[in-house]
Each structure stands twice: as structure tokens, then as C-alpha cells.
């Protein structure tokens, strides 16, 4: 599978809208609304803000963003995949965009935060998207990353493999009878296990011009990376 190749990846997701959001409730072990409203909060997301959610998928984290900026704010959308994004309209009344992480159809300077959530495991080239993220963002503007990374602990690692890699897939299927909701499915597993480590991140989001950065780990398994446009001082931290 070639994750990060855009028509894959878009064929893959206009396949499976329907079923996202099942499947994320899953694999997102509980977590769910709370963890992306927190990781918005303590970005330092404000009223008033303008968000652009990149990679929006479904609307789920911009559906968080949305009472933090209120009705002084405005929150974007944009996606690889119009049926992803047809999801989002049936949830969200807000601006969506279809078009790529890589090229954002969106003038420089423009926005105060942008959050992209469980997304860099299909882009190719991450300092080139970072830095057109950079371009986008005002300045002081903020980065906010959600992804998985895989868990340290071996005992966790072999668990959640057999749980969410092959368990679930399978009775899933079986269940609603969807081979597509398998398949995102497993997908959805073969990213998790091949995700991008949390240093090569930090370290492309310091040479793309962000600081100072900020990396919290939940449940071993999920990161939220955040940094400024242009920070003056480095001092990074992960924990
Ligand atoms: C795993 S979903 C995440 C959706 C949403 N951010 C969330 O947290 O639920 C990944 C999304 O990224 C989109 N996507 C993948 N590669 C992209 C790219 N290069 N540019 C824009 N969107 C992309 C897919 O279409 C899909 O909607």
C-alpha cells in the first residue's frame, strides 16, 4: 500500500466516508471529543481565532474547534477526498476546500492556527507541507499535529495489534457484512504501526520554522505536537 500517494488516498477514503466514523470511535479507544477539544485548548487555541483544519476528514476536530472560536471565528476545512468532505458538510455549516495539504489553495498569512489530525502518515514530503503551512500561518500563528505513535511498552504494542490489527477487522466484517469497513479498517492499523516517529516530526517542524515545540503523549499511543510560527527561543520538550 502506498499511503501517501494522492489518488490512492483519496480513492481509499471516497470509498470508506461513510464508515470513518465508526471506525475512529474504535481506534480512537475512547478518546474521542474531549481529547481534541484538550489538544486545541492547550495549543492555546482563542475566540476570535481564524482555524484551518487540514486533512478535515469527516469535521470531527473542527466540530471541536468551533465553540472555542465562537461567532467571532471562523473555522476551514480542507480535504483530499470529496465524499470525506461531503461527510464534514452534513455535520459542519463552515467553509470546506477541496485540495491538497502539500498546496494550500489559501493566501500567506492568513490564518492563526492550523491543525492537521492523524494525516502525516500519507504526506511524502513533510518539510515541504510544513513549510507551506508556515506561509499560510500569520505570524505567532500556531501548528497543531494529532497523530498516533506506536506504543514504547512491548506488552501494549502486542495487545493493541491483536485487538485493533486483527480482531476488530474481522468482526467488523462479519458483523455489518462490509468488506470497505475491513479494509479502512486495516488500513487504519497498517498507518498506525508504519507512523512517522515523534523525532523525525519535531524535527521537521524545527526547520520548517516552528518553536518552540511542544510534544504530550496520552495512553502511549497518541501525540499532539505543537509550535509556533518563527518562535524566538527552543525550548523543546516531549514527554
Ligand atoms: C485518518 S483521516 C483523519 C480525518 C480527521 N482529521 C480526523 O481527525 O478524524 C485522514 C484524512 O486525511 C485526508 N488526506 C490524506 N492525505 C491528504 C493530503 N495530502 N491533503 C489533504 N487531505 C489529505 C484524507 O482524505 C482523510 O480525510
Not at 488516498?9 to 481506534?27: E, H, K
Not at 493566501?107 to 515541504?128: K, P
Request: with cysteine.
Amino acid at each position: 500500500m502506498t499511503h501517501n500517494d494522492h489518488a490512492f488516498v483519496r480513492g481509499l477514503f471516497n470509498d470508506t466516508a461513510p464508515y470513518y466514523d465508526t471506525v475512529n470511535r474504535i481506534f480512537s479507544l475512547g478518546s474521542g471529543n474531549w481529547y481534541r477539544r484538550r489538544c486545541l485548548l492547550r495549543a492555546g487555541l482563542k475566540s476570535g481565532q481564524t482555524v484551518l483544519d487540514v486533512a478535515i476528514g469527516t469535521g470531527l476536530i473542527a466540530q471541536a474547534a468551533l465553540p472555542i472560536v465562537g461567532a467571532h471565528g471562523k473555522v476551514i476545512g480542507l480535504d483530499l477526498s470529496e465524499a470525506m468532505l461531503k461527510e464534514a458538510r452534513r455535520r459542519l455549516d463552515i467553509p470546506l476546500i477541496q485540495g491538497t495539504a502539500e498546496t494550500l489553495p489559501l493566501a500567506d498569512e492568513t490564518v492563526d492556527f492550523i491543525v492537521m489530525g492523524y494525516a502525516i502518515r500519507h504526506i511524502a514530503d513533510l518539510e515541504a507541507c510544513f513549510n507551506e503551512f508556515r506561509r499560510v500561518l500569520r505570524r505567532g500563528g500556531t501548528l497543531l499535529l494529532l497523530e498516533v505513535s506506536s506504543p514504547t511498552r512491548p506488552i501494549f504494542k502486542s495487545t493493541l495489534a491483536q485487538y485493533l490489527g486483527r480482531g476488530v477487522p474481522r468482526l467488523s466484517q462479519w458483523v455489518t457484512r462490509q468488506p470497505k469497513l475491513r479494509s479502512l479498517m486495516t488500513y487504519h492499523w497498517e498507518t498506525m504501526e508504519a507512523c512517522v516517529p515523534p523525532p523525525v516530526i519535531l524535527d521537521t517542524m524545527a526547520r520548517s520554522g516552528f518553536g518552540p515545540l511542544v510534544c504530550e503523549g496520552w495512553f502511549d499511543l497518541f501525540r499532539s505536537y505543537a509550535g509556533q510560527r518563527q518562535g524566538s527561543e527552543n525550548g523543546d520538550s516531549c514527554h
